[in-house]
């Protein structure tokens, strides 16, 4: 039996899909995290361990070609590292290995060209062009960049609330809602969460809720806040598009920020003002990418369009 499979190696865990050669799930299995920039080794025993149980789960010893997307590695000589440390994965004649942002717009296109938008903790945009190189924009982690993502939404909701409390910055509801989010009974208290670091950009990004529906409240600070935020993420798409010379180029969105309808509501109006485009959810997961990466990588045939989920 023809057995193609696809990992999905990313900071909040490693996704193993086994399909067969009609497209039929055998297995699906998920295991520890792996990013190659918490260390190279660690990934790689990951990924092994992830597959090993997929194709114990799956009750099958060869895979016949595999693909891989691996969150960190988007550079030539990552790759190389990266493709070094895993060495000959047992069981799979032929693997390929990408970074997280191929695979997820392979899987949300069905490898057709188009544009991803992943807004989460972070934000970053990538483009697959006709010609099937890739490319991408933002991305630069919560220091340098990541405009408009979850985290910078509740970084200017603190920073919004440390002005108002200052007199240095105009009043807002979310003086309140924001302490009463970070369990705190006044900002006095915030430099020992932040500076002890029990409290990191997963905690200040779960304040999007309480910002999004303060500003849907009519709250004149957080709206700002949310309308500064729709217009980054809309420019991270417009400028990708631009650079793929393909201005209409379909757009799907993931990761927590557009779980939120409100949020969601906002993004797309300012989307079709800013480039034409209406928002689409992926049409398969970036594991799925994967195997449709590795795939072409293999010169196999496959046929994506009938994957059955």
Wanted: glycine share 14%; charged share 15%.
């Amino acid at each position: 039996m023809m057995v193609v499979g696809g990992i999905d190696a990313g900071g909040t865990a490693t996704k193993c899909l086994l399909l067969d050669g009609a497209g039929n799930t055998l297995f699906a299995h998920q295991g520890q995290p792996a990013n190659y920039q918490g260390g190279p080794d660690e990934a790689a025993k990951a990924i092994k361990a992830t597959l090993s149980a997929a194709m114990a789960g799956a009750g099958i010893d060869r895979v016949e070609l595999l693909g891989i997307g691996l969150a960190g590695a988007g550079r030539k000589h990552e790759l190389e590292r990266m493709k070094a440390c895993l060495g000959t994965l047992e069981g799979v004649n032929r693997y390929a290995l990408t970074d997280d942002g191929e695979i997820a717009v392979l899987g949300a296109h069905r490898g057709q060209p188009g544009v991803v938008l992943i807004a989460g903790t972070g934000s970053i945009a990538y483009g697959l062009r006709q010609d099937g190189t890739m490319i991408r924009n933002g991305g630069w982690g919560a220091i340098l960049g990541d405009e408009g993502s979850g985290y910078w939404i509740g970084l200017k909701a603190v920073q919004a609330v440390i002005r108002a409390e200052e007199g240095r910055g105009q009043q807002t509801v979310l003086s309140t809602a924001v302490c009463r989010g970070l369990g705190i009974d006044s900002l006095t208290a915030l430099p020992a969460l932040v500076y002890n670091s029990s409290l990191g950009r997963k905690e200040i990004a779960a304040l999007v809720p309480t910002v999004v529906q303060t500003a849907a409240d009519g709250d004149l600070v957080a709206a700002a806040i949310i309308d500064a935020a729709v217009h980054e993420l809309a420019l991270l798409v417009e400028m990708v598009q631009k650079l793929m010379d393909f201005p209409r180029a379909k757009v799907a969105v993931s990761g927590g920020l557009f779980a939120n309808p409100l949020f969601m509501a906002a993004f797309t109006e300012r989307l079709a003002e800013a480039s034409g485009s209406t928002p689409v959810k992926p049409s398969h997961p970036p594991v799925v990418g994967a195997v449709i990466y590795g795939a072409r990588q293999s010169g196999w045939p496959l046929p994506f369009l009938e994957l059955k989920q």
